[in-house]
């Protein structure tokens, strides 16, 4: 089924690109011949070296028995994770040569040359021929080359119309779904997992009923079917094309809109694919994402800030927590601090857990309400590395803009601590605004910094000195709905002060 899906979708897809050879990256697994009368062999590319490889989803803190110094001759040493051994057994069955493996193919304790591959990551997931993903929980362990058992119900198809001229349409009975089976896998839910997908250019999925090919063009079962319905986050390239400006660019763009786009398509991967996901090491949260990052500078050609395009930093910082009762459960979920710093306050990244942006909402308000749009004065941050979209030790941003002062009131949902609540006035306590709060802490007295004339963000003094005077940290949002009374909240705005502030 594999083959033929490729050649499949080499010959005759337009979505999809050609087999093509590459460069390859830094070192690649030279898989050996198919009989298997040599060990696998890591080669280094000198810069010269072409080819075509698989890639084997994974994760760069994965332990792996023997690490890259050593060499990989001892591939089918039983101290190797079986998934290792079953990717360089397929490699060579389908006639590839090479296989890259991120815990392998990566100099793990190089750190330098290990920021230099990381930050060509998006390049080496969008040159492999696929990627390999082992979706079931205990892959690493017991591998994916194994007979899976057969779907529970039989696939059938049934005549559902015929119209006058002969054509026919079908449904297809069938469960579960790709959706259901992929996209719930336990796999599914690890941050690695979100850019390797979206800037992969076929999927070769081992789920835990049977094997799956996603490319840009469809999904195919090995029992046949083919055709997912689209119910929420999954893993196939076809539905990560609206997230990649190479790919849903179809010309007709000016420069401009394609910014435009390119944001909207970063701010949709952040809050819908990426943020609800898990990591195992804490410090992997911008450099899960640090690849797509990468992808999405090619259009947006700004700098990156701890997560947040300076270009369109207002819209960047206006980011909250879900508390929408129509969310999935997946999205309703506390934001969890880590005990470690990992980024300012005032980004995304600084949290583990499902956020969301108002995007073309706030973009039509920071248009319509220029007098109360905040201006970012200067911005700045440290990275640990040299991936400018990796890990950073510390960012702070200078922002002028108007700061009131708001009572925080009840919440929307009483048993729910975790919902929005409302922020009423500090005088007459009427009504004012909704406001959420990233983690559950609840002072009586907030600090709200308008960032356009209907939203903004809560603040916190943090501890200051002469050199870095009125210096605050982010604690929530706050947004005017219309179910409030407009003419407060104006009343209100025309109150608050002008203030210059650092935010870190
Ligand atoms: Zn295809």
């Given at each position: 089924m594999v083959q033929d899906s490729l050649l499949d979708c080499f010959s005759n897809h337009k979505s999809c690109s050609p087999l093509e050879s590459t460069l390859l990256p830094s070192f690649a697994i030279n898989v050996g011949p198919l009989d298997g009368s040599r060990e696998p062999?890591?080669?280094?590319?000198?810069?010269?070296?072409?080819?075509?490889?698989?890639?084997?989803?994974?994760?760069?803190?994965?332990?792996?028995?023997?690490k890259l110094q050593r060499g990989v001759e001892k591939m089918f040493s039983p101290r190797q994770p079986q998934t290792l051994k079953d990717a360089v057994i397929l490699t060579r069955r389908l006639g590839q040569q090479y296989l890259w493996v991120d815990a392998l193919c990566i100099l793990q304790d190089d750190n330098e040359a290990k920021q230099e591959e990381i930050s060509r990551m998006s390049q080496i997931y969008k040159n492999s021929v696929f990627t390999i993903q082992a979706a079931s929980s205990n892959a690493v362990a017991q591998g994916f080359l194994h007979t899976r058992k057969a779907p529970s119900i039989p696939p059938c198809k049934l005549l559902f119309s015929r119209d006058t001229e002969g054509h026919e349409t079908y449904v297809?009975?069938?469960?579960?779904?790709?959706?259901?089976?992929?996209?719930?896998?336990?796999?599914?839910?690890?941050?690695?997992?979100?850019?390797e997908s979206v800037l992969a250019s076929r999927v070769l999925v081992y789920a835990s009923d049977q094997v799956y090919f996603a490319c840009r063009q469809s999904?195919?079962?090995?029992?046949?079917?083919?055709?997912?319905?689209?119910?929420?986050?999954?893993?196939?390239?076809?539905?990560?094309?609206?997230?990649?400006?190479?790919?849903?660019?179809?010309?007709?763009?000016?420069?401009?809109?394609?910014?435009?786009?390119?944001?909207?398509?970063?701010?949709?991967?952040?809050?819908?694919?990426?943020?609800?996901?898990?990591?195992?090491?804490?410090?992997?949260?911008?450099?899960?994402?640090?690849?797509?990052?990468?992808?999405?500078?090619?259009?947006?050609?700004?700098?990156?800030?701890?997560?947040?395009?300076?270009?369109?930093?207002?819209?960047?910082?206006?980011?909250?927590?879900?508390?929408?009762?129509?969310?999935?459960?997946?999205?309703?979920?506390p934001l969890n601090k880590p005990e470690a710093y990992r980024a300012p306050s005032w980004s995304w990244a600084a949290y583990d857990g499902p956020i969301s942006f108002s995007l073309q909402w706030q973009r039509a308000i920071v248009k319509e309400n220029s007098a109360y749009n905040a201006k970012i004065l200067h911005a700045a941050s440290t990275l640990s590395g040299s991936d400018m979209y990796g890990e950073v030790l510390d960012a702070s941003i200078i922002i002028k803009g108007y700061l009131g002062l708001a009572v925080a009131g009840a919440r929307d949902c009483p048993n729910n601590t975790y919902s929005s609540i409302m922020l009423k006035t500090t005088d007459a306590q009427q009504p004012l605004c909704r406001a959420t709060l990233d983690i559950d802490h609840q002072?009586?007295?907030?600090?709200?910094?308008?960032?356009?004339?209907?939203?903004?963000?809560?603040?916190?003094?943090?501890?200051?000195?002469?050199?870095?005077?009125?210096?605050?940290?982010?604690?929530g949002h706050f947004t005017f709905v219309s179910s409030f009374k407009l003419d407060v909240f104006e009343d209100w705005r025309t109150k608050c002060e002008v203030r210059t502030v650092r935010l870190i």
């Open positions: 062999l890591l080669v280094e590319n000198d810069g010269t070296l072409l080819g075509s490889y698989l890639l084997l989803g994974w994760s760069s803190n994965t332990t792996v028995g023997e297809y009975a069938r469960l579960p779904t790709y959706t259901k089976v992929v996209g719930d896998a336990p796999t599914n839910s690890r941050a690695w997992i979100f850019q999904v195919k079962r090995v029992d046949g079917m083919w055709g997912p319905s689209y119910g929420g986050p999954t893993i196939s390239p076809r539905h990560y094309r609206n997230l990649r400006p190479d790919l849903f660019n179809q010309g007709g763009l000016s420069a401009s809109e394609m910014r435009e786009e390119t944001l909207a398509a970063w701010y949709t991967g952040i809050s819908l694919f990426y943020t609800y996901r898990s990591i195992t090491d804490s410090r992997d949260r911008l450099p899960a994402v640090s690849a797509f990052a990468a992808e999405a500078y090619m259009v947006i050609g700004a700098r990156y800030l701890a997560g947040i395009w300076e270009v369109d930093m207002i819209n960047g910082l206006l980011w909250r927590r879900h508390t929408s009762p129509q969310a999935k459960a997946w999205q309703r979920r002072p009586i007295m907030l600090i709200c910094l308008l960032l356009n004339g209907r939203a903004g963000i809560l603040l916190k003094v943090a501890p200051s000195n002469e050199e870095t005077p009125d210096t605050y940290t982010r604690i």
